[in-house]
């Protein structure tokens, strides 16, 4: 089958690998039909070091079941189905709470063991703690909208929740990214009165506005948190998404958010420390998050999208085929494009 496969910073390479099969009783095996790249794939294509293996690519994905191992029981050939970003037993301690990004059997797709979601096939493991059926056929028009359910629409409301987002709220976003974007649509779906989305890009601002922000802050750095200071009386945001993961953004989450509120973090960390201990200390913020257990969410957010009162599949701005993944890359990194799908 063929697949992606990262060798080093900024080599991307679409070749023939293994075929994806069962190995596991717990195992199933997908045939992708949708897959997209992520925000945060761009991190190793600027910055992965060259190795003569390589490590194979993609987490979020929609399949259909080709094959089952003995013991599943949820899914069956046929089934078309929605993977999270990580799989998980669905049994164990952090499962039942909630938490599948800490199952004690579960783990990330791709690297150099498992199949990543850019390519061909895929073999899911625990497919009964992991997949999640789509009542709709692979074809459905809806299908933008449930695939961001892998990752970047949980990732946004994971955000929101961390962040305490609720009625009558202020809620800041810091990355307009597409998890920035899911996160204005969650902000506004959990009800918060006033959402400022800090961003630059044109068509960013206007998909923002779309899903719901109020305010839009162009200005960067020190500026940035003088304008959001102005647009909440002074005092700052109740609840600050923080979906980039720098320094440099984490600084500004921390500068926006108004003493006793939440910054809730999904932007994966690019340094070993959070910034601002003392002024956060001193305003008695939460800084709360981590990788978004978005297989929690999936049934919840599922009827949003089935009945269109939220339409995260816009993120997605280009639409390529397996063999255009590598320039989906490009275009992505060079902020040509917002969210590539992937089409098989
Ligand atoms: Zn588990």
Redesign the pocket.
Known sequence: MRATVMYGAGDVRVENVPDARLKEPTDALLTITRACICGSDLWPYKTMERTEEGQRMGHEFIGIVDAVGKEVRTVKRGDLVVAPFAW????????RQGL?TS????GFWGGTELDGGQGEAVRVPLAD?TLVKLPVAPDDALMPGLLTLSDVMGTGHHAALRANVGPGKTAAIVGDGAVGLCGVIAAKRLGAEQIIMLGRHADRIALAKEFGATDIVSERGEAAVERVRELTNGLGAHSVLECVGLEDSTVTAVSIARPGGAIGRVGLPQEDTIPEAGSSFFKNVTIAGGPAPVRAYIEELMPDVMEGRIEPGRVFDRVTDLDGVPDGYRAMNDRESIKVMIEF
């Open positions: 998980s037993d669905g049994t164990c301690e952090f499962c599948q199952c004690l059997h579960g703690g």
